[in-house]
C-alpha cells in the first residue's frame, strides 16, 4: 500500500510550491479543528492527519472537499474542506482509507488509497494538486451515471480488487466515456438512424448504452491484454499468461446480446412526427421557371 514515502513532496518542497504565513506554527491551526462545521471524529485518542490542496498553477485552492471513505467507497465517512492557504486538517481513527479530493466539475476530481497509521505524531499526507479540465474535458453528471453503470457491470468498482500493491480501477472515467460516446454513436448509425446526444437518449435505451460500451471496454482491455501475454519455462515449471482469450470471449458474449438488443429496438423505434416533416434544409424555394426547383 502507498505511504506518504512513496510520494516525492515533503513539508519543506511543499512549502516551497505554495507561500504559508511566516512563522506559522500548527499548533496555531489546530485551534480551528473545533471550528469547523464539516463532521469530523472527536475522540482524542484519533489521528491528527493534514494535507494541503493545490491548483493547476500550483496554487493553494480554497474550498476544496476532502472526503474519508471506507475503502470499496461505498460510505463516505470524514469530511472537511481546505482553508484560505489550502491546507486541511482533520482527526480520524487509525485505518485505510480511500481518499477523494474535489472542487466542483471545473476540475479533476483525485483519488487514492492511504493509510492512516497509529502515531502519536501529526500524520502528514502528501500534496494533492487538482487540474484544471477544459469544457471539452469535463465529465458531465450523464456521463458519470454511465461510468458508474460500466463499473458495475466490468466488475471495475473495487480499486483493490485488481492489484493490492497499487490500488486502481482498471479503466479511467474518461476511458469509460469514450466507450459509452463510441457505443451511442454506433446505435445512432444502425438503421432506423438516430442523432441522439448521450444526455438526450430515451430511458429505454440506456441499458443499450451500457451494454455496448461495456462491448468496446473488454475489446480495449483484450487488446493491451494481447501485448502482455508470455509463455515462462524454468526447471519443468510452465507459466502461460494468456488473458486476451478471457477478454475476448466475454465480449464476443456481451456482443451478441447487444446485437440483438440493437436491432430489437431499432426496428421497433417510431420517429417523432415532427422529425418526418422537418426539412433537411432551412427552406425551399420554388423559381418562376416551369417545373425546376431550387434549394436556396
Not at 78 to 87: A, M, P
Not at 113 to 138: C, G, S, Y
Not at 244 to 250: I, K
Request: glycine share 4%; net charge negative.
Amino acid at each position: 500500500m502507498p505511504t506518504k514515502d512513496d510520494f516525492p513532496e515533503n513539508i519543506a518542497e511543499r512549502d516551497n510550491v505554495v507561500s504559508h504565513q511566516p512563522g506559522k506554527e500548527f499548533a496555531q491551526t489546530e485551534a480551528n479543528l473545533n471550528l469547523s462545521p464539516h463532521p469530523m471524529a472527536a475522540d482524542d485518542s484519533n489521528i491528527l492527519v493534514r494535507g494541503m490542496v493545490v491548483d493547476e498553477n500550483n496554487q493553494a485552492l480554497e474550498g476544496a472537499t476532502v472526503a474519508f471513505w471506507d475503502q470499496l467507497r461505498g460510505k463516505r465517512l470524514y469530511v472537511t474542506q481546505t482553508e484560505r492557504n489550502g491546507e486541511w486538517f482533520l482527526r480520524v481513527p487509525s485505518d485505510q482509507y480511500y481518499l477523494a479530493f474535489h472542487k466542483d466539475d471545473l476540475y479533476d476530481e483525485v483519488g487514492y488509497i492511504m493509510i492512516v497509521p497509529q502515531t502519536d505524531a501529526v500524520q502528514e499526507f502528501p500534496t494533492v494538486r487538482l487540474d484544471f479540465n477544459p469544457p471539452e474535458f469535463r465529465i458531465t453528471p450523464t456521463e458519470k451515471y454511465y461510468i458508474k453503470c460500466l463499473r458495475a457491470l466490468l466488475r471495475d468498482d473495487n480499486p483493490n480488487a485488481w492489484d493490492l500493491d497499487e490500488p486502481g480501477y482498471l479503466y479511467k472515467d474518461d476511458q469509460l466515456v469514450i466507450f459509452a460516446h463510441l457505443a451511442l454513436n454506433d446505435v445512432n448509425s444502425y438503421p432506423r438512424k438516430t442523432n441522439y446526444a448521450l444526455n438526450e437518449i430515451p430511458p429505454q435505451w440506456r441499458t443499450l448504452v451500457v451494454l455496448g460500451a461495456s462491448v468496446f471496454g473488454l475489446i480495449s482491455r483484450g487488446i493491451l491484454e494481447n501485448q502482455n501475454q508470455f509463455d515462462y519455462s524454468d526447471s519443468g515449471l510452465t507459466l502461460n499468461i494468456k488473458r486476451a482469450d478471457h477478454y475476448r470471449s466475454s465480449s464476443d458474449a456481451i456482443f451478441q446480446k447487444y446485437v440483438e438488443a440493437k436491432t430489437i429496438v431499432k426496428a421497433h423505434w417510431k420517429v417523432a412526427p415532427y422529425a418526418l416533416i422537418r426539412p433537411s434544409v432551412p427552406f425551399h424555394v420554388r423559381s418562376y421557371a416551369p417545373r425546376q426547383w431550387r434549394i436556396r
